[in-house]
C-alpha cells in the first residue's frame, strides 16, 4: 500500500490563549512524561555497576559480575524495536496520546516491581531471572517513548520552533539521568553501605510510582496533534507502517537514520552509564561523588538543550548534529587523558564539557532532525525503529563493548576510544548524506531554503 503524504503543518483554528494553554500542556506532558520515563530506565542503568552486580549475581567475581549487570541492561535495548515497533503501529493508527499513556503505565509497574524484587540471597537462581524479565518489561515501554514524545512536540509546535519543541524530549532524558543518579547519591549518604543494599536502593524505585501517577495525569490532559488530526480526517492512516518505513526513499533514510544514531547512543551510554562504573571501579573514586559529577554535567546538559534546539531553528538541524557529533569524536580521547589523572577534579571538568556540553548540543537537534525523515502517517513508526534499532548497537551493547576493549589492553582505555572515535565518524557520515529533498518536515533553516 502506498500512503498519501500528508501536510504536517495544518494546525486547527484556535485563539491565541487558546493556542498558549495547548502549548504550555504539550511542553508539560512532553517534558515531564520522558522525564519520568528516562528516570525508570536510568535507574536501573545506574543500579547496574553498584548493586545489581552485587545482589543479583554474587556468586561471580566482580568483573563477571558487572558484566552480566551490563548484559541485562543491553537486554532492554534489545527489547525497545519489538516495543517500537508495537506501539509505533499503535501510536501510526491510533494516535500519539493514548500511546505515550500507554507506555508510562507499562513503565511504572516494570520499575515499582523491579524495587520489590528479591534478591540471588533470598530466592537463589529466580532473582537474576525476575530481574531480566522485568529490564525487557521496561525497554518494551521505553520502545514506544521517545518517538511519541518528539511527535507530541514537533507536531504540536509553531514551524518556526520546531527546533525549540523538538530538544523538549530531550531534556527530559537529561533530567530523568539527573534524577536517577541525584537519588541514588542521595540514598548512599543517608544509608551506610550495608544499609543501602539491605533496602536503601529500593526507594529509588518505590519513587518511581508517584513520578509516573503525576505523568500519567497530565498526558491524559494534552491534546492529540493537529498532523495526526489531520491525517484521521483524510483517512490517509497507514495500514502497514513498518512496510512504509521500509519502502522507496523511507529505506534510504531509514539506513541513514540508523548509522546516524550510531555516535550519539554510543557517546551517552559511555559518559551517562560505563562512565560510572569506570570512575569508581578503575580510577577508584568515591561513588557518591562520581553520582554527584554526572548529575551535574546532566543538569548542565538539561539546561543547554533549548539552545540548541533554538540554534536547529536558525542553522538547520543536520548542521547543528553533525558539529555536535564531529566534536564529541575530537573530545573522546582528551576526555579519557583527563580520567587517567585520577583527579576528581579534572574527571569532572571532562565530563561536564563531553557530556553536559558537546551532548546536549548534538542531541537537542536530533529529535527534530529525525521527525523530518518520515510523513505523518508512518513518522510514529519511523522514528521508533530508527531510534531503537540503532539502540541495540549504538547505546545498549556500548559498555559491554568498552569493558571488553579496556580488560583486552591491561587496562588501557585507548582502543575504546578508537572505538567512540569510530562511531563519530560513521554519524557524521551519514547525516552528511541526508538529503534535504527527502526530508518530509522543514527541518532546516529558513536561509537555508
Known sequence: ???????????????????????????????????????DFFLYATAAG??????????????????????TFAV??????????????IGDRIGRKKTLALTMFVMGVATALMGALPTAAQIGVLAPILLLLLRILQGFALGGEWAGAVLLSVEHSPAKKRGLFGSIPQVGLALGLALGTAVFAALQTVFDDEQFLAYGWRIAF????????????????????????????????????VKEVLRGRNTRNTVLGLLSRWGEGA????????AITYATGTLAFDKVQVLLVVTVAALVMAALLPLSGIASDRYGARRVYTLGIALYGLAVFPVFALFGTENLLWFTVAMVLVFGVIHALFYGAQGTLY?????????YTGLSVVYQFSGIYA?????????????????????????????ALISVVATTLIRREDLHLAVDAPNDE
Not at 267 to 274: E, I, K, L, P, Q
Open 76 to 89: 532492554g535495548f534489545v527489547m525497545r524495536p519489538v516495543g517500537g515497533l508495537v506501539f509505533g503501529h
Open 50 to 71: 553498584l548493586v545489581f552486580n552485587e545482589l543479583f549475581f554474587p556468586d561471580e567475581s566482580s568483573f563477571i559480575g558487572t558484566m552480566l549487570a551490563f548484559a
Open 267 to 274: 557517546a551517552f551510554n559511555t559518559w551517562g552509564v560505563f
Open 395 to 423: 547505546s545498549g551493547l556500548t559498555p559491554l563493548i568498552l569493558a571488553g576493549l579496556i580488560a583486552s589492553t591491561d587496562g588501557a582505555p585507548w582502543l575504546a576510544c578508537g572505538y567512540l572515535v569510530a562511531t
Open 371 to 379: 521527525a523530518g525523515l518520515y510523513p505523518t502517517e508512518i513518522r
Open 206 to 241: 518505590a519513587l518511581s510510582i508517584v513520578l509516573v501517577a503525576v505523568g500519567f495525569v497530565v498526558r491524559l490532559k494534552v491534546e492529540e496533534t493537529p498532523a495526526f488530526e489531520e491525517v484521521s480526517r483524510l483517512k490517509a492512516r497507514s495500514s502497514a507502517p
Open 1 to 39: 500500500m502506498t500512503t498519501t503524504a500528508v501536510h504536517a503543518d495544518f494546525e486547527q483554528p484556535e485563539t491565541e490563549a487558546e493556542k498558549r494553554k495547548r502549548l504550555r500542556t504539550v511542553v508539560a506532558a512532553s517534558l515531564l512524561g520522558t522525564t519520568v520515563e528516562w528516570y
